[in-house]
């Protein structure tokens, strides 16, 4: 029996309707999926059915196709100190619309860019992560921190961790980035964040020396996928396993109708 769940980013299928969206999960069998963006609209709280007076049945539908949304994947970077307030205020705004829909995981980024770039203020995000996190706490949500630019170095990540010190604090596992822009093997990734990994970034890339990527399908590419699993799996992880298909930044990826079945029968074929 799979423990895992899995789930797809909406980012996969950026020309669906939540209808499409849906139906697709359910009829394809995944368990979850990881909110970012329907259509043209990249702002969740003022999505049309979320608003108050089709909360209900947005979750009545939910409900009834067996499919839950395992995760809002905001736009806040909490590394853009100049307007951090207004980045405070989107992720409360996501914090509440959580809780109203029963979403256990919003997700932040501390630094916006996949690979490390600037310094970063370091102080700055962990008295942010702090605001969030007690704000959270009082809703049941768990904010969630990509391992993304400088937070990909899993020692950093582990410092963040440690300094905010919140049981509503956690870790999306994005396996390309510590993996290629650390050098860190996934027994070191792994080992490092277990006790605060609640999702993973699945995503599979064909990277050369120089660290340029090319996109590829689930075991197409040169991370080791099969092996990230495997572990996972020998050590019951029961978390999601959510495939981050970039097609809403990469026009010119595979079309989420072909890519996120072969996903599932690959995560399926691996784990069972």
Same mark, same amino acid.
């Given at each position: 029996?799979? $423990?895992?769940?899995?789930?797809?980013?909406?980012?996969?299928?950026?020309?669906?309707?939540?209808?499409? #969206?849906?139906? /697709?999960?359910?009829?394809?069998?995944?368990?979850? +999926?990881?909110?970012?963006? +329907?259509?043209?609209?990249m702002y969740m709280p003022g999505a049309k059915i979320f608003q108050p007076e089709n909360i209900e049945l947005t979750k009545k539908r939910l409900a009834n196709l067996n499919i839950v949304i395992s995760c809002f994947a905001t736009d806040v970077h909490l590394n853009e100190r100049f307007k951090i307030e207004d980045h405070l205020a989107t992720a409360c705004e996501y914090i509440d619309l959580a809780d109203l829909l029963g979403v256990r995981y919003v997700r932040v980024l501390c630094e916006n860019t996949p690979a490390p770039q600037a310094k970063i203020?370091?102080?700055? +995000?962990?008295?942010?992560?702090? /605001?969030?996190?007690?704000?959270?706490?009082?809703?049941?949500?768990?904010?969630l921190v990509e391992t993304n630019g400088a937070f990909a170095d899993s020692?950093?990540?582990?410092?963040?961790?440690?300094?905010? &010190?919140s049981p509503n604090l956690g870790v999306i596992w994005? +396996?390309?980035?510590?993996?290629?822009?650390? &050098?860190?093997?996934?027994?070191?990734?792994?080992? #490092?964040?277990?006790?605060?990994?609640?999702? $993973?970034? #699945?995503?599979?890339?064909?990277?050369e020396q120089d660290v340029s990527s090319k996109y590829t399908m689930i075991g197409h590419g &040169?991370?080791?996928?099969?092996?990230?699993?495997?572990?996972?799996?020998?050590?019951?992880?029961?978390?999601?396993?959510?495939?981050?298909?970039?097609?809403?930044?990469?026009?010119? $990826?595979?079309?989420?109708?072909?890519?996120?079945?072969?996903?599932?029968a690959y995560i399926n074929d691996v784990l069972k």
């Open positions: 029996m799979r $423990l895992m769940k899995t789930a797809f980013s909406t980012l996969g299928c950026p020309q669906w309707t939540w209808e499409e #969206i849906t139906v /697709t999960a359910a009829d394809l069998g995944f368990d979850g +999926i990881e909110v970012r963006g +329907i259509g043209r609209d203020d370091f102080g700055g +995000i962990v008295e942010s992560l702090k /605001t969030l996190t007690k704000y959270a706490s009082q809703k049941g949500v768990t904010v020692y950093q990540m582990l410092k963040l961790m440690n300094k905010v &010190n994005d +396996i390309h980035h510590p993996y290629f822009y650390f &050098n860190e093997n996934i027994e070191e990734t792994y080992g #490092i964040l277990k006790p605060y990994i609640r999702s $993973l970034h #699945i995503k599979d890339a064909w990277v &040169n991370l080791p996928i099969k092996e990230i699993l495997l572990l996972l799996k020998e050590d019951g992880y029961d978390g999601y396993l959510t495939l981050e298909w970039l097609k809403r930044w990469c026009g010119n $990826l595979a079309e989420a109708g072909i890519v996120f079945p072969q996903y599932l």
